[in-house]
């Protein structure tokens, strides 16, 4: 289904294929980046450094609240290795850039770089690129990358739920349900099953 | 180990295991081979109890995974949870004359592992559409001889369902239905209202036990059936037909075994055995028998057959109709529509139900016309979407993580399932310019969708916008994506069943005119492909054709 329907992008296009069969497959939806094999070449790996400022650019996506937020579950570790593992040459290049493009936003309005920032900063900061990159998106030439926040939303989001903190305590996880109740009351606030 | 026995069973899948499980219960010994390694029920499902955060790129692809499996990447079936279980398409390449999606699983189990596990049985709608229509050849079988082994195959396999007592989705051994959704019910409700009840939307019939058999657990709903369930609750060759061959003491089970041909007597017009390429080893062995049955998947036991091309029959065993390799099949699919539920945000469920909903075949039958024959039926489902659903409009911080704990809006989605015309065209065949990893000629593919199925995906579309409209549901969307042929994994024809040996490959009882101790009983033998998913008509045909090959060799016919 290479490009899906028209109008649907590849990500929505699956995730819908997994509503439609019922659950008969489960498609994980939450990248769907990344390139052919022969599309990946040597790439820089990140450092410490790189892994500290994600660590903040994802606690600035989902923060700490009464539990804690994507910095606590090593979303910079996660990320960093996802865009190497996982992620094209040409995505790869286009997150790495973005890193820097991060303390260049941060510094021309708030005049210090991302991790010197205050949490208040790094949040508007994060906001005005979030709404950088869905505009971009909405865009987006088919062939063209993603904006690298909006792949860092994405590996954010990805990493916080999947991960223990995220799926125990922001979600309901439940390995072994044993049952099926079809139809039970929803209070608003109840937390989704993962 | 021995190197004769009373019958060798090629592939280890839904069929293979079949073969198996009724050949060894007969008191055959029985020589099962696998081309792929062992995977061992329960302790070899090595991902099959992992919390998501034990997975460490969380279930996405990864570069490498998508090197080793450049063509099954194509689609989203392949998880990094579940990458073992597909072949890698690089020792296994094949000819995509036209696009062909070909998915593979090469290990014990094969796909009974992976599948979807929707089970159908066929009626006599589809059993005589051919000849009604004068489209391909008429099927050898009916309904009538097909009903008892259904029996048989769903009394052992065990699939859930409803009873509707509907003509063309005749009901059978069924255990209690799973539940739909209040969504899904609500839905169901408006649909028969408005064609009183000539369109149905009904909770799949899936092979997944609720409740339990002979050791194996009722479903847990975890939804995890394609990493392998560690209780065993839903249909697969490790869980349900292996054991039960194994327990009889008449089974050899050799994995790492690439069946590269049938050995022929052309003087008898006999097969005498299967030669083996050991795909570790490299070694070769023959291996003999007095019966061969050939499970290793539709297209698979197609190659089998054409590579084992003698001087009498250069284009493989059984091609002396001209048909071997043609009339390919699968379903078309990825044409239905998409909406959203309103006036249920206080209702959710709790539970992850492996299995959708139905809509059984309503076109072309009981006085229905179209402009294009056979039909379609649907599947789908509805659901609160959580963490994974589209974010684009959520912004950051505190409200968006707010947002992503609890559920998403109810949607719901369904797509047609349609039926694919047989078609002399649409066919395999052996290129022996390409070689895979063990230099074996590899399989070259061109197939295409025709006029019939074109005009049929116009409905396809339509007819699910409608039925969500009239179900009430806002935001209707129509859904009309790329198919690829294959890529319904069900895959059929190659081999087909008829009663003609001028215009066929198989009889009436799935041997092959030209070597009558030769059986090929899976998605290989179908002469049209009807619009329900194919497994259990595997099961039963697998089932009958094993039986009656052991009848015949105690009347001492074969």
Redo the contacts between chains.
Sequence with gaps: ?????PG?GR??????????????????????R????DA?GPAEPFTQADRDLLDEIGE????A?DIP?AKATGIGAFMA??VA????EREHAVFRDGLAEVDRACMSRFGRPFLAATPAQR?AV??EL?AQQ?AH?AARAKDEPAHYFRMM??LT???Y????I??TR??R?????????????????????? | MPQDFDAIVVGSGISGGWAAKELTEAGLKVLLLERGRNIEHITGYANALKAPWQLPHRDQVTNAVRGEHPLAARDPFLREANADYWARDAECPYVEERPFYWVRGYHVGGRSLMWGRQSYRWSDFDFEANLREGVGVDWPVRYADMAPWYDHVEGFAGVSGSLEGLAQLPDGRLQPPMELNCVEKAVAGRIRDRWAGARRLIIGRVANLTREKEGRSACQYRNKCDLGCPFGAYFSTQSSTLPAAAKTGNLTLRPFSIATRVLYDRDRRRALGVEVLDSETRQVTEFRSRIVFLCASALNSAWVLMNSATEVWPDGLGSSSGELGHNVMDHHFLAGATGDPEGFDDRYYLGRRANGFYIPRYRNLFGDRRGYSRGFGYQGGAGRIGWQREVAELGVGAPLKEKLMGPGAWSIGMTGFGETLPNHRNRVRLDRGRRDAWGLPVLAMECELGENERLMRVDMVNDAAEMLEAAGIRNVKPLNMEYVFGQAIHEMGAARMGRDPMTSVLNAHNQVWDARNVFVTDGACMASSSCVNPSLTYMAMTARAANFAVDAMRRGDL
């Design positions: 289904m290479s490009g899906g329907a649907i990500r929505e296009a699956v995730r819908r294929i997994a509503l439609l069969l019922g659950g008969a497959l489960v498609a994980s939806d939450a990248i769907l990344g390139g052919t094999a990946k600035s996506i989902i923060p609240t937020g290795m996802m593992d996982c992620y094209s949040g994060a906001a979030d869905a998106e939303k994405e989001i990805l990493g739920f999947s991960s223990e995220g799926g922001a979600v996880y439940v390995e072994v349900p044993g049952r099926f109740d079809a139809d039970i009351p929803y209070r608003k606030g109840d937390q989704a099953w993962f």
